[in-house]
C-alpha cells in the first residue's frame, strides 16, 4: 500500500457491531440472556401475541384472576409442537376471560422453581391464587373447552404448602435462582473468559470449600454461645454451686446468730424474772417473819396470862385428905431416920 494512499473508513455496521459486542462482554451472560429473552412484540410484519410473558418480576399477576400458564424451554421439541395451538388459545382468550402466559424456564429458574416443573411443558391453571396442573390434551379446542365446561373444578387444587405463594415455594425459588446463577457464571468462565470447562469446575469447588468452612465456623460459634462446651459447663456448675453454698452458709450463720441473740435475750428474761421472783420471796418472808413475831408476843402474853391465872387458882384451893396424909407420912419416914 502506498503511503499517500487513504486507509478505508470502518462503515456504520461494523461500528455498531463492535458496540455491540463490547456490551455484550461488559454485561456478560444477562445481556445475552436478556437478548434471547422472547417479546410479545413481533416484528412490523408480524401479528401481535397475545401470550402474556411472566418472570419473576411480575409472576404476582397470576395470583388475581383466571389464569392459564404454560412453562417451556426454546430447546423442548414438544413445546415447539404445542406453541402454535397456545399462540391459538390466547387470541380466542378475550371471549373466555381468561388470560393466557408462559414461562421460559432456561430465563427464570426461579419461577420454575416455585411452581416445582419437573416436566416440560407444564401448564396451570389459576383461579384467584388457587392452582390446578392441567393434564389434558394440548389442543386449542381441548384448552378451551377445559375453561368453558369448568372442566378445573373436578381436579384438585394444589396442596397449600406447595403452592408457589407458600413459604416453601419461596425457598424452593430461590434455590432454583441460585442454581441459574451458578450455570450463567460457569458459562462467563468458560465461553467470555475462555477458562477449560474443569478450571471452571475446580473454582466452584474451591469456592463451595471456602463457603462451607465460613458457614461452619459461623455454626460452631453459635453452637459454642447457646450450648457451652463440658469444660466450660463444668466450671460455670461449679461456680454456681460454691456461690450457693456460700449463701447457704450465710443463712446458716444468720439463723444461728438470730438464735444466740434469742437465747441471750431468753436468759436476760430469766434472770429478770427470777430477780423479780428472789425479790417477791424476800418480801413475803419478811412479812411472814413480821407476822409470826407479832403471833410469838402475843402467845408469850397469852401463856403468860393462863399461867398467872393457874397459880392463882391453885392458890385459892385447898389442900386435898390425899394431901395431907401424903405429907402426914413423909414427916413420919423423915423423924425415923433422924432417930436412927
Known amino acids: 500500500m502506498a503511503a499517500g494512499a487513504r486507509q478505508p473508513r470502518p462503515s456504520a455496521a461494523a461500528v455498531t457491531a463492535l458496540l455491540a459486542a ?11 440472556a436478556a437478548a434471547s429473552r422472547p417479546s410479545e412484540v413481533g416484528s412490523p410484519g408480524e401479528p401481535r401475541s397475545r401470550v402474556r410473558v411472566l418472570s419473576a418480576a411480575n409472576w404476582s399477576l397470576v395470583l388475581q384472576g383466571q389464569w392459564m400458564v404454560q412453562f417451556y424451554a426454546p430447546w423442548c421439541p414438544a413445546c415447539q409442537q404445542i406453541e402454535a395451538a397456545w399462540e391459538n388459545f390466547a387470541k380466542e382468550s378475550e371471549h373466555l376471560d381468561t388470560t393466557v402466559g408462559k414461562v421460559d424456564v432456561t430465563q427464570e429458574p426461579g419461577l420454575s422453581g416455585r411452581f416445582f ?17 392441567y393434564r389434558g390434551s394440548r389442543t ?9 365446561e369448568r372442566k378445573w373444578e373436578a381436579v384438585e387444587p394444589v396442596a397449600g404448602w406447595k403452592s408457589p405463594s407458600s413459604l416453601m415455594m419461596h425457598g ?23 477458562i477449560h470447562v474443569w478450571g471452571s469446575y475446580a473454582i466452584f469447588i474451591l469456592a463451595t470449600l471456602l463457603i462451607g468452612l465460613i458457614l461452619g465456623l459461623i455454626l460452631v460459634l453459635l453452637a459454642d454461645c447457646l450450648c457451652p462446651s463440658k469444660a466450660r459447663y463444668r ?9 450457693k453454698e ?19 435475750e431468753l436468759e436476760e428474761a430469766a434472770e429478770e424474772k427470777k430477780d423479780i421472783s428472789d425479790g417477791e420471796d424476800g418480801a413475803r418472808s419478811s412479812e411472814e417473819a413480821n407476822s409470826s413475831e407479832d403471833g410469838s408476843e402475843e402467845d408469850s402474853a397469852v401463856d403468860e396470862g393462863s399461867g398467872t391465872e393457874e397459880t392463882e387458882d391453885i392458890c385459892e384451893q385447898p389442900p386435898s385428905d390425899s394431901e395431907t396424909q401424903s405429907s402426914v407420912r413423909q414427916r413420919k419416914s423423915q423423924v425415923a431416920d433422924n432417930g436412927l
Open 22 to 32: 463490547g456490551l455484550v462482554l461488559a454485561l456478560g451472560p444477562a445481556a445475552s
Open 117 to 133: 416443573v419437573t416436566t416440560l411443558p407444564t401448564i396451570y391453571h389459576a383461579k384467584d391464587g388457587v392452582f390446578r396442573r
Open 140 to 148: 386449542s379446542e381441548d384448552l378451551q373447552g377445559y375453561v368453558l
Open 172 to 194: 424452593m425459588a430461590g434455590l432454583f435462582h441460585l442454581s441459574g446463577c451458578i450455570r450463567q457464571i460457569h458459562s462467563y468462565f468458560t465461553g467470555t473468559l475462555g
Open 235 to 243: 466450671e460455670e456448675a461449679a461456680v454456681e454451686w460454691i456461690e
Open 246 to 264: 456460700n449463701a447457704e452458709l450465710t443463712a446458716v450463720e444468720e439463723v444461728e446468730e438470730a438464735e444466740e441473740l434469742s437465747a441471750n
